[in-house]
């Protein structure tokens, strides 16, 4: 098609499907949705959700399907209050059965979910026959989960026993309350149920992902893609201008894995890519001048970025060095000029979309907020009381997988210096330095992210004496018996001050130089519908969000791609 | 002293080649001179600016002055380029003559060594060894010596192999002289030019892995920077916002690599024709 | 020529077990090894826990006797299988060598033919304003980093034209079109940035040819320019071609790891790259063994038709 005529047929489909946005357009079948995800440098690691690694639920997510899931119809999209963008956290008003139909608390610590009927596996040649899922398969699920050595440790203590009441219900006998009941074994990242069948075959070969869901797994090359086609017996409905629709829409799903940030920008921009679920701030200007048809959603990024301290260590033992160094660093100018803006001072432990958990920092006491002010004067003058007035060396890793955090620690590293402090580079590949934080040889700095999860899990893993995922090893028996306490706590309102309270105290013990949390965002073309930038209806599991949307073909056509 | 005077009469462009290393040389030498600004400092409130008379090659986005930053990138650049391709040329001697001069089954048990060795893509290497030591200066010199020493080393053994054969160390040889003593004088000259071209040619690669390897995440530790740092890192990113941060750097990595294998060629016209099939 | 040959398989034995040594020892050795990896969530990894990961993966028994078998087990063709993943490596490997051969093959072809007349002209015009230009290009090529002018052609063309090549992979013999329209360019920038060493081995070669007494002897007979270069630098261009494939091979491979990242192939460079960061130790040591004893085959075919082509070799 001529040029000219095409963006003419383009201007004048775009004003139609504007009008058409709230719902009333008919949806259409088929076609190949094409998704950069949020995690798009990285391949799948495993497909066996009994090795707890916790990407697994993104890549089976659309295949395993679990007891909870959001309620996407409450998405904003939808005229609801929720987003959706949250890594691993869903509001208990925002949840809904997914393989359960109901759930009920039968005592305090009996809880009694009832199966959907008629919810059936997929067949699989020379693994299993299509045959409905029972309450069996949630057991052999929870037994094998917690078998694994590679179990988070105290994951499942809060429960006493699985059992079948007959085959479409199952019985959690809790041993105590925990607030986290929904997401542990609910629609956490370790919750997909398997069928039974999956102890025959080698759980981590992909050829044997097997699941209820919306999609099967049919093809996959380790570190470039995965594509999963519809199944046509897909049990769930979507409401659509009243109407009931069969899902999925698209034929076809594929995750595209790309190291590379310049091609996975032009993938997007020659429309390879339908979505692009990730983009760092400083190429949006440039994406929306070369391809304006993009739309656009912001999400803060639902991990915190910080420097960790080590608490067991000189010279970070002592308060007074953390706290000098986070008033050695510019928080509010790394935000203004460093992120354009593109940031939030405070977005960590709490995220902001933690309603109502979280707190701003203009409600935190004074002593919280002067960690995030400017004053070297004042920091170099509590080295100097704390022993180190010419200030000391000290060595920190950091990742050479995040391309933010080696844009970023430079600025660190000339912050600390005028203050007489000098850092010490030491950039890793992404295995080893894991493995030095998770075999606690890191240190005495280490520059890192630690995803939020949700507002209990993300104080949690960060406080706990000894937990894998706690970089400034803090330890204290008072602060472990809190979270403890913490997760008993029924009572939401209650539970909403005891985390409050653990965070204020966190921060203001300053294990880590605190840094903004900056926003990301996703473009997507706009031939694809029934979408505004969801990014997770569980923990990190977009599935049920690609099984919703659907391509407007002719739209696409006309738009010159095909 | 004789080959340089050759190479300015005979191989002009060679010479134009030479030129321009040293040139980059002494402004990696002089860096502490001549940039405007340190190494890394900061000022947010100049980041991303446009080349001008304040900052001739423009800032980055952590507010650096570019031209600094390509100064002390040249500094470290040669610094890796001359110590590795030095370390290399070392280790390509050693190895060569000791396997090619001495023959049997030292060179056998060598040889295989370096078959071995040699089979493996450079670059693969260098991203599992660096994995092992981590990324760092020394390191970085270290493995890209032993790397392009032990490639280089058939070249030095094939010039050894062919020295030995011929008759004045067969006499040397006959009359007692200790092997030292005869390495020293009579094999070592005689490998001289092959030995020349390769260090040449050496620093070019060096200078190109080191970029390759700044591209995968696995160069030298910031805030110190190279040329291929530099391209790689915010050359890359910053493509859209601020294609002044490649320009610089690019254009120098490129303008050395292209001088030193000029160079090379020409110095290999004028002392060994025959050297065929060396990189 | 026999004894030769046997000479020559002989010596293939210990750069095996050399070969065997660096490809088993070597990633074994990095730092963060996979038990870490695979209890990263496990908050708080008991000593039980860690020996139970490790005697699932066989990793218990002492390192010795894992390379023994793993040896063994190689020698029947059998290379184990993903420590995360559970497919067979030699399956995965299967998929993988053909597309990074054919990048490979394409790059050799592409620097071949941008190489030999490069080399011939430059020669027969030595030190003359075309000599240099041209070697200049060739050499340009190999000064420019293969990941910048790979990031240039994936970045520009798809801004001003909405251009890019594709992303998509199906097998040559599937859909040859859309497969090249793939690999050409990655090839391309690959076979360009190779053309300058080949370049210089044909213009010696040729530089050497053009001194011989016969040439002269043909010239002043008058034997035109053209005949001349055509019957002898087509046949003493067989060496430096035969040379070019030995000495190339694996420095195809090395820049064929950049090149799949950037255009995403998803070729043995990719897989090394995922292995080599997840500590999958027996895809890294598959990797590693194809390459090294492809290579070693490829120069064994070199030497050997040294052989053929040049006498003097024989009797050394």
């Known amino acids: ?562 | 002293m004789d080959l340089l005077v050759r190479l300015v009469r005979d191989k002009p462009l060679g010479a134009a080649g030479g030129a321009v290393f040293v040139f980059f040389l002494l402004c990696g030498i002089f860096t502490g001179v001549l940039a405007p600004q340190g190494l890394n400092e900061t000022d947010l409130y100049h980041r991303l600016e446009s080349p001008s008379p304040d900052f001739l090659l423009g800032t980055d986005h952590l507010g650096r002055d570019v031209l600094s930053r390509v100064l002390y990138g040249a500094q470290i650049s040669m610094i890796v380029a001359l110590l590795a391709a030095g370390l290399a040329t070392v280790v390509s001697i050693a190895i060569g003559i000791v396997s090619g001069y001495f023959g049997g089954r030292t060179d056998l048990i060598i040889q295989r060594f370096v078959d071995a060795w040699m089979v493996f893509p450079g670059l693969v290497l260098l991203i599992v060894v660096i994995s092992i030591v981590g990324a760092g200066l020394t390191q970085m010199v270290i493995i890209l010596g032993l790397q392009y020493g032990i490639a280089g080393s058939r070249m030095v053994r094939s010039a050894a192999v062919t020295v030995r054969e011929q008759m004045y160390v067969h006499a040397a040889q006959s009359i007692g002289a200790r092997s030292l003593h005869t390495l020293v004088r009579h094999v070592l000259p005689n490998v001289m030019p092959v030995v020349i071209v390769l260090f040449t040619t050496r620093i070019g690669l060096v200078i190109l892995s080191e970029a390759g390897l700044s591209f995968l995440g696995l160069g030298i530790p910031p805030p110190a920077t190279t040329w291929g740092g530099l391209l790689s890192g915010t050359g890359r990113t910053y493509m859209y916002l601020g294609p002044w941060l490649a320009l610089a750097p690019g254009l120098c990595l490129t303008i050395v690599v292209f001088a030193v294998n000029v160079l090379g060629d020409a110095l290999r016209d004028l002392l060994d024709p025959r050297m065929r099939g060396s990189q | 020529m026999q004894a030769y040959l046997i000479r020559r398989l002989l010596a293939l034995f210990p750069t095996l077990l050399f070969v065997s040594l660096i490809v088993f020892g070597s990633i074994r050795l990095i730092p963060g090894n996979v038990v870490d990896l695979m209890l990263a969530q496990n908050d708080v990894s008991t000593g039980q826990d860690r020996e139970r990961v490790e005697a699932a993966l066989g990793l218990d028994r002492p390192i010795t006797v894992q390379y023994f078998v793993w040896l063994g087990d190689a020698l029947q063709g059998d290379l184990g299988k993903s420590l995360w993943q559970g497919t067979s490596v030699a399956a995965e490997l299967a998929a993988r060598v053909p597309i990074t051969f054919e990048l490979g093959f394409l790059a050799l072809i592409v620097a071949l033919t941008t190489a030999l007349p490069i080399g011939v002209y430059s020669a027969l015009r030595q030190d003359t304003a075309g000599d240099y230009l041209t070697r200049s290009f060739s050499l340009l090529m190999l000064a420019i980093p293969g990941f910048w002018l790979g990031t240039l052609v994936m970045v520009f063309p798809s801004v001003w034209w909405r251009w890019a090549p594709e992303l998509d992979d199906p097998p040559f013999f599937q859909n040859p079109l859309k497969n090249l329209s793939h690999m050409l360019v990655p090839a391309i920038l690959l076979g360009l940035s190779l053309s300058a060493v080949t370049m210089r081995i044909t213009r010696t070669m040729m530089l050497e040819v053009m001194r011989q007494d016969y040439i002269r002897t043909a010239r002043a007979k008058g034997v035109g320019e053209v005949l001349l270069v055509v019957r002898h630098a087509l046949r003493n261009g067989l060496i430096p071609v035969v040379t070019l494939v030995g000495l190339q091979a694996p420095v195809l491979i090395g820049g064929s790891v950049i090149m799949e990242q950037i255009f995403v192939i998803p070729g043995m460079g990719l897989l090394l790259l995922e292995a080599v960061f997840s500590r999958d130790y027996p895809v890294v040591s598959g990797v590693f063994l194809i390459v090294g004893v492809g290579v070693l085959l490829i120069n064994l075919a070199v030497d050997l038709s040294y052989g053929f082509l040049d006498p003097k070799v024989r009797h050394q």
């Not at chain 1, 026959?129 to 809060?158: C, M, N, W």
Request: charged share 25%.
């Open chain 1, 1 to 562: 098609m001529n040029r000219k005529l095409a963006s003419l047929a383009v201007v004048g489909l775009l004003s139609f499907s504007a009008a058409a946005e709230n719902g009333n357009e008919p949806p259409q079948y088929g076609g190949a949705l094409n998704v950069g995800t949020v995690y798009w440098p990285n391949s799948a690691l495993s497909w066996d959700n009994a090795d707890w690694a916790w990407k697994s639920n993104h890549d089976t997510g659309a295949i395993y399907e679990q007891l909870f899931a959001a309620d996407l119809s409450k998405s904003e999209k939808n005229g609801g209050p929720y987003p959706f963008r949250a890594e691993a956290w869903l509001p208990e008003d925002a949840l809904r059965g997914e393989l359960a139909e109901s759930w009920e608390w039968e005592g305090p610590l009996t809880l009694v979910v009832k199966l959907r009927r008629g919810i059936m596996f997929t067949d699989k040649p020379g693994m299993m026959k299509a045959r409905e899922l029972v309450a069996d398969d949630v057991l052999f699920t929870f037994e094998r989960q917690d078998a694994s050595p590679k179990k988070i440790a105290g994951y499942f203590d809060h429960i006493e026993s699985v059992t079948q009441r007959d085959d479409h219900t199952v019985v959690f006998e809790l041993k105590e309350f925990n607030s986290e009941w929904a997401y542990r074994f609910g629609y956490g990242y370790y919750s997909g149920i398997v069928p039974r069948e999956l102890a025959q075959v080698d759980p981590k070969d992909w050829r044997n992902v097997n699941g209820t869901g919306p999609f099967q797994l049919t093809r996959y090359i380790q570190g470039n893609i995965q594509t999963y086609s519809r199944n046509p017996s897909y049990w769930d409905r979507e409401t659509l201008g009243g109407k009931q629709y069969e899902i999925p829409f698209v034929d076809a799903l594929s995750y595209r894995v790309i190291k590379d940030e310049a091609t996975i920008l032009t993938a997007l921009r020659t429309g390879k890519l339908d979505i692009l679920e990730s983009i760092r701030w400083l190429v949006v200007d440039h994406l929306k001048e070369t391809t304006p048809e993009l739309k656009w959603s912001r999400w803060l990024s639902n991990a915190g970025t910080f420097v960790a301290m080590r608490m067991d260590m000189e010279p970070f033992d002592d308060i007074r060095v953390r706290r000098a160094l986070n008033l050695a660093v510019n928080q509010q100018e790394i935000v203004d000029l460093y992120y354009g803006g593109h940031a939030e001072l405070f977005g960590y432990p709490m995220h902001t979309e933690f309603v109502p958990y979280y707190q701003p920092l203009e409600e935190m006491p004074a002593s919280v907020q002067e960690l995030f002010s400017h004053d070297p004067d004042r920091a170099k003058q509590m080295l100097a009381e704390a022993g180190f007035p010419d200030g000391f060396t000290f060595k920190a890793q950091v990742c050479t997988c995040n391309p933010d955090h080696m844009d970023l620690i430079p600025l660190i590293v000339s912050y600390l210096d005028k203050v007489g402090v000098t850092m010490e580079v030491e950039p890793m590949e992404y295995a080893s330095f894991l493995s030095m934080m998770t075999t606690k040889n890191h240190g005495p700095g280490y520059f890192m992210s630690n995803g939020h999860t949700n507002p209990t899990t993300s104080l949690r893993k960060s406080l706990f004496t000894d937990q894998q995922w706690n970089p400034a090893l803090h330890k204290s028996p008072e602060i472990d018996e809190k979270i403890f306490q913490m997760l008993r706590t029924r009572d939401e309102p209650e539970r909403d001050r005891i985390v409050k309270e653990l965070v204020v105290y966190m921060v203001d013990l300053a294990p880590y130089i605190w840094l903004p949390t900056r926003y990301l965002y996703s473009a997507w073309w706009p031939w694809v519908k029934n979408y505004n930038g969801e990014l997770r209806a569980g923990a990190v599991r977009p599935g049920p969000i690609y099984a919703r949307l659907w391509i407007d073909q002719e739209m696409k056509l006309e738009m010159g791609f095909d």
